[in-house]
Protein backbone atom coordinates (compact mmCIF):
# COMPACT_ATOMS: atom_id res chain seq x y z
CA UNK A 1 0.00 0.00 0.00
CA UNK A 2 2.60 2.35 0.95
CA UNK A 3 4.93 1.37 -2.29
CA UNK A 4 1.61 1.85 -4.22
CA UNK A 5 1.74 5.92 -3.15
CA UNK A 6 5.58 5.94 -3.73
CA UNK A 7 6.31 6.10 -0.59
CA UNK A 8 9.61 4.01 0.09
CA UNK A 9 9.07 1.26 3.19
CA UNK A 10 12.54 0.64 5.15
CA UNK A 11 13.32 -2.07 7.33
CA UNK A 12 12.28 -1.87 11.01
CA UNK A 13 14.76 -3.60 13.39
CA UNK A 14 14.17 -3.45 16.94
CA UNK A 15 16.06 -1.24 19.17
CA UNK A 16 17.75 -2.50 22.85
CA UNK A 17 15.97 0.25 25.26
CA UNK A 18 18.29 2.09 26.91
CA UNK A 19 18.96 3.73 30.33
CA UNK A 20 16.32 6.18 30.04
CA UNK A 21 14.07 3.36 29.34
CA UNK A 22 14.66 1.12 32.04
CA UNK A 23 14.40 3.65 34.48
CA UNK A 24 11.32 5.37 33.24
CA UNK A 25 9.74 1.68 33.18
CA UNK A 26 10.91 0.73 37.02
CA UNK A 27 9.45 4.30 38.20
CA UNK A 28 5.88 3.59 36.71
CA UNK A 29 6.27 0.01 38.47
CA UNK A 30 7.26 1.25 41.70
CA UNK A 31 4.42 3.82 41.81
CA UNK A 32 1.82 1.66 40.89
CA UNK A 33 3.43 -0.44 43.91
CA UNK A 34 3.36 2.83 46.19
CA UNK A 35 -0.47 3.66 45.30
CA UNK A 36 -1.98 -0.20 45.72
CA UNK A 37 0.07 -0.38 49.00
CA UNK A 38 -1.37 3.08 50.08
CA UNK A 39 -5.15 1.63 48.99
CA UNK A 40 -4.82 -1.07 51.43
CA UNK A 41 -3.78 0.90 54.50
CA UNK A 42 -6.67 2.88 54.21
CA UNK A 43 -8.96 0.21 53.08
CA UNK A 44 -10.61 -0.32 56.45
CA UNK A 45 -10.77 3.57 57.38
CA UNK A 46 -14.77 3.89 55.96
CA UNK A 47 -15.87 1.20 58.59
CA UNK A 48 -14.16 2.21 61.58
CA UNK A 49 -15.65 5.70 60.95
CA UNK A 50 -19.00 4.45 60.35
CA UNK A 51 -19.11 2.27 63.39
CA UNK A 52 -17.81 5.22 65.51
CA UNK A 53 -20.32 7.75 64.15
CA UNK A 54 -23.23 4.89 65.23
CA UNK A 55 -21.52 5.08 68.55
CA UNK A 56 -21.70 8.55 69.04
CA UNK A 57 -24.90 8.56 67.65
CA UNK A 58 -26.04 6.14 70.24
CA UNK A 59 -24.59 8.04 73.54
CA UNK A 60 -23.98 12.05 73.15
CA UNK A 61 -21.97 12.03 75.71
CA UNK A 62 -19.41 10.43 73.57
CA UNK A 63 -19.60 13.24 71.45
CA UNK A 64 -18.82 15.70 74.56
CA UNK A 65 -15.86 13.95 75.36
CA UNK A 66 -14.40 13.42 71.48
CA UNK A 67 -15.15 17.19 70.94
CA UNK A 68 -14.79 19.55 73.99
CA UNK A 69 -12.51 17.75 75.86
CA UNK A 70 -9.21 18.45 73.35
CA UNK A 71 -10.19 21.57 72.85
CA UNK A 72 -10.52 22.14 76.69
CA UNK A 73 -6.94 20.43 76.68
CA UNK A 74 -5.65 22.86 74.10
CA UNK A 75 -6.49 25.70 75.55
CA UNK A 76 -5.51 24.52 79.43
CA UNK A 77 -1.78 23.67 78.22
CA UNK A 78 -1.98 26.53 75.97
CA UNK A 79 -1.53 28.94 78.68
CA UNK A 80 0.90 26.47 80.26
CA UNK A 81 3.39 27.21 77.93
Do not use: C, N, W
Request: hydrophobic residues 55%; charged residues 20%; glycine residues 6%.
Amino acid sequence: MLLQRGIAVAEIRPLAPSLEDVFVELTYKHQAELEAAVRDIFRGVGAVFYKEALHVRRDAGTLFFSLTMPLLQMFLLGFAI
